[in-house]
């Protein structure tokens, strides 16, 4: 049997990167995948991938800042494929590059306290009183290494949401543990994504693996394996961790 066999999954942000490889691999365990984003191309380019490798797959697509767009993204969802029992709240970004905080402007804290914090919550109170009435359900939030080990030169906005999450996270899953729901969080590292892999120069991607103990750098399909592992039943008696997937660079 595989893990996520019959197991209804909703990942958000899942057109491409770790949100991308959350979903083929929760597909791969035999869920019902829902794939969210907003770039419809790209979103259609995942739908297509897992449908041709046989998955049950919907695309489906909302603002994460609106409780009502979110409200019926899940009624959409219950509609085309029943109650999600599975929930990855991946969505997220930093819309703020480092600096000094003086010079952050109010738009750039709020559009990042919305895309990674808010979105959370929001998501979060449209799926888990649905989870509660059942007795299962299973919630796994996305923070970051950012939020763990802050440097001096760390985006301030990105990191003090993504610290948010994992105190939502940890709140959540005392509240929610009674009812049969588990909630976990991870917070990966530096992630080769197909962004990062443009983004980041060659040489800088060298000198940035020497500061992990395992000398490498993440993959999303690392994160996509702590997903499932957090997901699954094999992890039945784990709730309210922060998982660190970061090559040993962050030591609680």
């Not at 691999?25 to 380019?45: N, P, S, T, Y």
């Not at 219950?78 to 952050?104: C, H, Q, Y």
Request: proline share 6%; net charge negative; with cysteine.
């Amino acid at each position: 049997m595989n893990a996520l066999q019959n197991r209804v999954a909703l990942v958000t942000g899942s057109s491409r990167g770790i949100g991308a490889a959350i979903a083929e691999r929760f597909a791969a365990e035999g869920a019902r995948v829902v794939i969210h984003g907003r770039d419809a191309e790209a979103l259609e380019a995942v739908r297509a991938k897992l449908a041709a490798a046989g998955a049950e797959v919907l695309a489906v697509s909302a603002d994460l800042t609106r409780f009502d767009e979110i409200e019926a993204l899940r009624a959409q969802v219950e509609a085309s494929f029943g109650p999600v029992d599975v929930l990855v709240t991946n969505a997220g970004g930093n819309p703020v590059p480092p600096g000094p905080i003086e010079l952050i402007s109010e738009e750039g804290w709020r559009a990042s306290i919305d895309a990674n914090l808010t979105s959370t919550f929001l998501t979060v109170k449209s799926f888990l009183p649905g989870m509660k009435q059942r007795g299962h359900g299973s919630i796994v939030t996305l923070s970051s290494a950012a939020a763990r080990r802050p440097t001096a030169h760390s985006p301030a906005p990105y990191a003090a949401a993504k610290a948010g999450v994992e105190l939502l996270t940890q709140s959540l899953s005392l509240q929610a543990g009674p009812h049969g729901v588990r909630v976990n969080c991870i917070a990966p590292e530096t992630i080769l994504t197909e962004r990062n892999q443009r983004q980041i120069p060659a040489e800088v991607q060298r000198t940035m693996v020497d500061a992990h103990p395992v000398r490498r750098l993440g993959t999303p399909e690392d994160v996509a394996e702590a997903a499932l592992f957090l997901a699954a039943e094999s992890a039945s008696w784990i709730s309210g961790v922060v998982l660190d997937v970061a090559g040993g660079s962050v030591l609680a």
